[in-house]
């Protein structure tokens, strides 16, 4: 049984049909990367699978309960946590606030988990450690993003979705992001990846779909897309 089985799902804004009838699995421990050109509808998966927008068909099952009507703070307590496209930190807050603000919903669980969870954070972005004081907003964007999927990890996400996390950062910090986003999933934390940046993203991905106006048009291995012609063509910009 997959951990995330989407079926036959379509998502509307108003008449406009953003996604249609897309089926995407991902089974636990995978990494799986959403590519596709802007509008191709990868955000309005995410928002789907976080419960942000309703779906007007299909269905979405996670860990074998049907989710498709849950709502959003229900689902980040069954452990599906998304740091959102173009980061969404708390500007104002420090850090630290915000790394609390993530693990909003898991006060119920006890102090070690909460310490132990956060020690965790800080090994995997030591810069945040050394900035707890540090007001989240007056941060570098590869700082903010840092904070943004330390803040997800703060809810202890069995799967964690991320949205377009290299956007807009200098090269050198995508890599690091890249890096980081793989290690995070090596530990267990199963990941739903959206990337315009193909090339890393499959290279890291055990599977891939490619979305094309709204529909499911492709899937297989991460490798196997990357050395598609046709996609190095449309993706990966080589002729
Ligand atoms: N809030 C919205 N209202 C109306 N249309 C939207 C809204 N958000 C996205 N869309 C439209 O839905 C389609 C898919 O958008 P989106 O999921 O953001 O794509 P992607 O993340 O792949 O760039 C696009 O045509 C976009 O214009
Ligand atoms: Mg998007």
Known sequence: MPLLEITDMTVAYGRIEAVRGVSITVEEGELVTLIGANGAGKTTTMRAVSGIRPLSRGKIVFDGKDITRMKPHLRVLEGIVQAPEGRGIF?????????????????????????????????????????????????????????????????????????????????MVIQQIFRIV????????????????????????????????????RSGGGRELLADPSIKEAYLGVA
Not at 139 to 154: K, N, P, T, V, W
Not at 191 to 206: D, G, I, K, T, Y
Request: net charge negative; glycine share 10%; hydrophobic share 40%.
């Open 91 to 171: 500007p104002g807050m420090t850090v630290l606030e915000n790394l609390e603000m993530g693990a909003y919903g898991r006060t119920f669980e006890n102090k070690a988990v909460h310490d132990e969870t956060l020690a965790r954070v800080f090994e995997l972005f030591p810069r945040l450690e050394d900035r707890t004081s540090q007001v989240g907003g007056t941060m570098s964007g590869g700082e903010q993003q840092m904070l943004a999927i330390g803040r997800a990890l703060m809810a202890r996400p069995r799967l964690m979705l991320l949205d377009e996390p290299s956007m807009g950062l200098a090269p």
């Open 182 to 217: 793989s290690e995070i999933n090596a530990q267990g934390t199963t990941v739903l990846l959206v990337e315009q940046n193909a090339r890393q993203a499959l290279s890291r991905s055990h599977r891939a779909y490619v979305l094309e106006t709204g529909e499911v048009v």
